[in-house]
């Protein structure tokens, strides 16, 4: 049973809702300083997981060869294309009276939204170790800082933010099934190396929260595939050859 996974799915989707329905009554003051709060606590969680990085070379390979990759195959563009079309949708149901942002700011935080609950590292390693062990406290943690988390940005982006719980529950359910096929492949080294890579997408999404630089963070998401392969072969064949 994926508990953990249907309750970050409904900690976002009651969050947004929430933060929807009070959006005018929370002062812009406040939701931009308690923004910054939360880009502090994803950049923290992103410093907290790199520190666990045992094979430097192949994570900081697999982040640019992966960013490279997004950037060719215009991930970020897909997926920003995708929240125009989520945004569509749920429009027709709920209109979005609270958003005083521009249409460009709108879809670049919404976009940093998307990623940060649906590609974070500790939200994909949740979700693995879910499917594996029945542990689900990973997830349930996250879930806290998910449910304020889109509270707030659905004060300024309105309801889209709670239809994320959707492809949320989507890929870490394909995540949660898999697991017994990639948990027993993996080995401890390439787990921690696969949380740095994850930590690094995170520290990105927290400067894009707090509006200091524009990361390229969706674009960032294969290096997450790429980081395990990587890992395995500098451990196997790189390193004995280089020591």
Known sequence: MPTGIIINALSIFIGGLIGAAVGK??????????????GACSMGMGISAIALMEN?????????????LGLAIRLGDRIHAAGRGMQRIIGKFIKNNNSTVSEEEFMATLVTVIVLFCASGTGIYGSIVSGMSGDHSILIAKSILDLFTALIFACTLGAVVSAIAIPQ?????????????????TTPSMINDFKACGGFIMLATGFRMINVKMFPTAD????????????????????????
Do not use: H
């Not at 989507?170 to 948990?183: H, P, S, T, V, W």
């Open 220 to 243: 960032m998401i294969p290096s997450m595939i790429l980081v395990m392969p990587f890992s395995w072969l500098w451990t196997t064949y790189i390193l004995p050859l280089v020591s």
């Open 169 to 185: 529950f989507i890929i870490f359910l394909i995540l949660f099934l898999g697991a017994g096929l990639i948990f027993p492949l």
């Open 56 to 68: 430097m070379p192949a994570v900081i390979f697999a982040v640019i060869l992966g960013t490279v």
């Open 25 to 38: 009554k929370i002062s812009s003051d406040f939701k931009e300083k308690i923004n910054m709060i939360f």
